[in-house]
């Protein structure tokens, strides 16, 4: 009996050191390990909330690509948000696609179609055409060397630059593009490298085609004009000359009593 009295008596007097060896411990130390837990709440705290402005701000960009519609636009998102995602390089080859459609339709994109100044003067089309392959070029400036899917927009700009280079006649300039094109998609996207044989192929046959014959110039005896025959120069006068000796087209013959 006296025994066991003796243990509960012990057992007594540890967990009693043990509290109060716990609670000197959370008096010394707590209060630190308190504040490092709080520290550790605020750091996930910041992140959620820099994660979350992260989001809403690619959103955003994202949206302001989708509701551009003019190459200025266009050209003002890729300079906004140029450190997000790939806008920039999807912006500017967006803005230079709309360049060559006006220039393939020969219809303005600031006008509408109706409009009396909606045709796109030789001007213009110069200006399209430059502005487009500059904008071609900057966006594959952005993406040269980066691995796929980046090298199917450096694509994309190397096909725009070669479409910019053949409306402006210059084959030799296209070719070298369509050859970047098919070096950056021949290991990630073998049918674009297709297509860029196939253009190749067509610009060897536009190359090697002859020259058309120029129209030759309709000739009329110059016995035949009216006048007397023996003062008349031989050989052989145009239709303009003839038209110009003449005074114009001659006139039906008057028509004869019955």
């Known amino acids: 009996m006296d025994k066991r009295l003796k243990d509960i008596q012990q057992g007594t007097l540890t967990e009693s050191r043990l509290n109060s060896d716990f609670l000197y ?5 707590g209060p630190n390990y308190l504040l490092a837990a709080l520290l550790v709440l605020c750091v996930l705290l910041g992140w959620n909330w820099w994660d979350q402005r992260r989001r809403m701000g690619h959103d955003a960009a994202w949206n302001e690509l989708n509701e551009a519609t003019s190459p200025q636009a266009l050209a003002e998102v890729a300079e906004k948000h140029a450190q997000v995602d790939a806008i920039a390089v999807i912006a500017n080859l967006d803005a ?51 691995p796929a899917p980046e090298s199917l927009l450096l694509a994309s700009a190397c096909f725009g ?13 296209a070719e070298t593009w ?3 094109a098919q070096a950056a998609t021949k290991d990630v996207y073998p049918p674009l490298a297709k297509t860029a044989d196939e253009r190749l192929a067509s610009i060897a046959s536009l190359s090697n085609r002859p020259p058309m014959p ?6 009329i005896p110059m016995g035949n004009l009216p006048g007397d025959p023996t003062t008349a120069p031989t050989g052989d006068v145009t239709a303009s000359e003839l038209d110009a000796l003449t005074g114009g087209a001659p006139s039906e013959p008057a028509p004869q009593p019955k």
Not at 25 to 29: A, F, T
Not at 161 to 173: I, L, N
């Open 25 to 29: 411990w959370l008096k010394e130390q």
């Open 214 to 219: 120029s129209r030759p110039k309709a000739t």
């Open 161 to 173: 630059r070669a479409a910019v280079a053949e409306s402006k006649g210059d084959m030799a300039t």
């Open 96 to 146: 230079a696609d709309r360049y060559m459609e006006s220039v393939r339709s020969g219809k303005r994109f600031d006008r509408e179609s109706t409009a009396a100044d909606a045709a796109v003067t030789p001007e213009l089309r110069t200006q399209y055409l430059d502005e487009a392959d500059r904008l071609y070029a900057k966006a594959a400036a952005g993406i040269d060397g980066k």
């Open 178 to 180: 369509l050859k970047a």
